[in-house]
Nanobody, 117 residues
Framework: QVQLVESGGGLVQAGGSLRLSCAAS????????MGWYRQVPGKQRELVAT???????KYADSVKGRFTISRDNAKNTVYLQMNSLKVEDTAVYYC???????????WGQGTQVTVSS
């Protein structure tokens, strides 16, 4: 099993920046990729960015050029640097880990990001 603990959410004005962190623990050696998803009430959870164990990244079109996903393998932590934030980035952000051959997906508890105009 994998445990994910997120931090770094909060309230920021449009145009500002935030950095989210996700610390993984447990059976981390079988993690294939980690990522960030977000969800607003009444809508489906959507992919924001992912990073594989090899360092390959993928971004949603809506965040390309503004958000950067990175990882610190020594700390078993994934980061999401969010710049030039927009009101429409307001959501609960969830950390995700893709694990094993099947694969299984593990989720963090979520952290609220609110961008005010």
């Amino acid at each position: 099993q994998v445990q994910l603990v997120e931090s770094g959410g909060g309230l920021v004005q449009a145009g500002g920046s935030l950095r989210l962190s996700c610390a993984a623990s447990g059976s981390i050696f079988s993690i294939n990729a980690m990522g960030w998803y977000r969800q607003v009430p009444g809508k489906q959870r959507e992919l924001v960015a992912t990073i594989t164990s090899g360092g390959s990244t993928k971004y949603a079109d809506s965040v390309k050029g503004r958000f950067t996903i990175s990882r610190d393998n020594a700390k078993n932590t994934v980061y999401l640097q969010m710049n030039s934030l927009k009101v429409e980035d307001t959501a609960v952000y969830y950390c995700n880990a893709e694990w094993g051959r099947i694969p299984l997906h593990y989720w963090g508890q979520g952290t609220q990001v609110t961008v005010s105009s």
